[in-house]
């Protein structure tokens, strides 16, 4: 995770994004410190990446890289805005002993567009990460990608628009309309029994949530879910990140999974 210490909406690269709005910047800081904490008390490690001034989109840590059982694909971001932010994820994980690790070609926005399962690499397109990512993707990771098109600009990630509840029983929600009516029928061939999202719930950016295997954290108002995702055996652990979703991010796009 990226403190928020220089976050503000000084651009608009997302439909979220309004600079004439003002940012509460003490407050956007509580609200990544709540989300940090709560990590912790589940029991999780937290790392954390300094902010560089300059880069106020770096809070959504999510972006800068993919890691999967320790091998990581650097980022290549869509924006000029963004593009400093891919070196200061690489030499982060060359400090902390990541050896094996690529400064990809083709652009892509990291876990903003991969979702990790246990049969598939979940990759979206359509927005931000190039479709041909995904084949860079394949060949360095070794595992299936399955492109996904985006259509709706408020879902530009994929991670604003499915989340993957349980890795290892490719268990996922998402959200259809964000989806192509052709990556719709793949995703309900896949995942026939996935918890599909209402309007609201997807609105409050719900399926931007971080799911440990039983904890979902997700932003508080995204309401709709707690049930639905209580009867499935999961724990909703609502969370107040409002400040943030002036830049179109919640829980997931600010922190980056280290498998
Ligand atoms: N303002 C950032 C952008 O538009 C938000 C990124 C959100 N991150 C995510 N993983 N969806 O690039």
Redesign the pocket.
Same mark, same amino acid.
């Given at each position: 995770m990226c403190p928020p210490e220089h976050f503000r909406?000084t651009y608009s690269?997302?439909p979220?994004?309004d600079p004439s709005k003002p940012v509460d910047l003490p407050l956007a800081l509580a609200q990544w410190e709540q989300l940090r904490d709560r990590y912790r008390a589940l029991g999780h490690t937290v790392h954390v990446l300094d902010p560089l001034p300059g880069l106020p989109?770096m809070v959504?840590a999510?972006?800068g890289a993919t890691v999967v059982e320790g091998r990581v694909l650097g980022a290549r971001?869509?924006?000029r805005e @963004?593009s400093g932010e891919a070196a200061a994820h690489r030499d982060w994980y060359r400090a902390h002993g990541y050896r094996d690790l690529v400064e990809p070609e083709h652009i892509n926005?990291?876990?903003?567009?991969f979702a990790v399962t246990a049969s598939w690499l979940l990759a979206g397109r359509g927005f @931000?990460s190039s479709p041909l990512s995904h084949g860079e993707a394949q060949e360095f990771f070794g595992r299936p990608v399955l492109g996904l098109d985006l259509v709706d600009p408020r879902y530009?990630?994929l991670?604003?628009a499915l989340c993957v509840l349980d890795a290892e029983r490719d268990d996922v929600m998402y959200y259809p309309p964000a989806f192509s009516p052709g990556s719709q029928a793949v995703l309900r061939r896949l995942f026939p029994d996935a918890l599909v999202a209402e309007e609201p719930d997807a609105l409050a950016l719900g399926l931007?949530a971080v799911s440990d295997g039983h904890h979902v954290l997700l932003p508080q108002a995204a309401a709709g879910l707690f049930g639905p995702l209580r009867e499935r055996g999961y724990e909703p652990v609502p969370v107040d990140l409002t400040e943030l979703l002036k830049?179109?991010?919640s829980v997931?796009?600010?922190t980056a999974e280290l498998r």
């Amino acid at each position: 995770m990226c403190p928020p210490e220089h976050f503000r909406v000084t651009y608009s690269i997302n439909p979220w994004m309004d600079p004439s709005k003002p940012v509460d910047l003490p407050l956007a800081l509580a609200q990544w410190e709540q989300l940090r904490d709560r990590y912790r008390a589940l029991g999780h490690t937290v790392h954390v990446l300094d902010p560089l001034p300059g880069l106020p989109d770096m809070v959504y840590a999510a972006n800068g890289a993919t890691v999967v059982e320790g091998r990581v694909l650097g980022a290549r971001f869509a924006h000029r805005e @963004r593009s400093g932010e891919a070196a200061a994820h690489r030499d982060w994980y060359r400090a902390h002993g990541y050896r094996d690790l690529v400064e990809p070609e083709h652009i892509n926005e990291g876990e903003g567009d991969f979702a990790v399962t246990a049969s598939w690499l979940l990759a979206g397109r359509g927005f @931000r990460s190039s479709p041909l990512s995904h084949g860079e993707a394949q060949e360095f990771f070794g595992r299936p990608v399955l492109g996904l098109d985006l259509v709706d600009p408020r879902y530009y990630h994929l991670d604003t628009a499915l989340c993957v509840l349980d890795a290892e029983r490719d268990d996922v929600m998402y959200y259809p309309p964000a989806f192509s009516p052709g990556s719709q029928a793949v995703l309900r061939r896949l995942f026939p029994d996935a918890l599909v999202a209402e309007e609201p719930d997807a609105l409050a950016l719900g399926l931007n949530a971080v799911s440990d295997g039983h904890h979902v954290l997700l932003p508080q108002a995204a309401a709709g879910l707690f049930g639905p995702l209580r009867e499935r055996g999961y724990e909703p652990v609502p969370v107040d990140l409002t400040e943030l979703l002036k830049g179109g991010g919640s829980v997931k796009c600010v922190t980056a999974e280290l498998r």
